[in-house]
Nanobody
Framework: QLQASGGGLVQAGGSLRLSCVAS????????VGWFRQAPGKEREGVSC????????YYAGFVEGRFTISIDNAKNTVYLQMNSLKLEDTTVYYC?????????????????????WGQGTQVTVSS
């Protein structure tokens, strides 16, 4: 089971840290990704990280504002989000996957993931 948490209401320019906790399994051999999906829009990749933390990916719209990290001792992946913008408002999901058809970049795509957690709402206000 994957449990995402840490969302909430924050003013523009503020910060939030999302957590994705695995229970019943470990992140060994998985890539862990964060996605977001606004109503009526497709789910889009935000960031992902390999289980050893050595490989990471960030979507272009992140622009250096977010940092993904993994703590295998806690079975937790974090997404530190700074300088939040109004357009970051949406539901964020974490997921784990083991296969990509396009190398590590392919983990930016939802089809590379096998298990999804429930979403956590992030709302950025002006």
């Amino acid at each position: 089971q994957l449990q995402a948490s840490g969302g909430g209401l924050v003013q523009a320019g503020g910060s939030l840290r999302l957590s994705c906790v695995a229970s019943g399994f470990t992140f060994d051999d998985y890539v862990v990704g964060w996605f977001r999906q606004a109503p009526g829009k497709e789910r889009e990749g935000v960031s992902c990280i390999s289980s050893n933390g050595e490989s990471t990916y960030y979507a272009g719209f992140v622009e250096g504002r977010f940092t993904i990290s993994i703590d295998n001792a806690k079975n937790t992946v974090y997404l530190q989000m700074n300088s939040l913008k109004l357009e970051d408002t949406t539901v964020y999901y974490c997921a784990v996957g083991t296969h990509s058809d396009y190398g590590f970049w392919g983990y930016s795509l939802p089809q590379s993931y096998d298990y999804w957690g429930q979403g956590t709402q992030v709302t950025v206000s002006s």
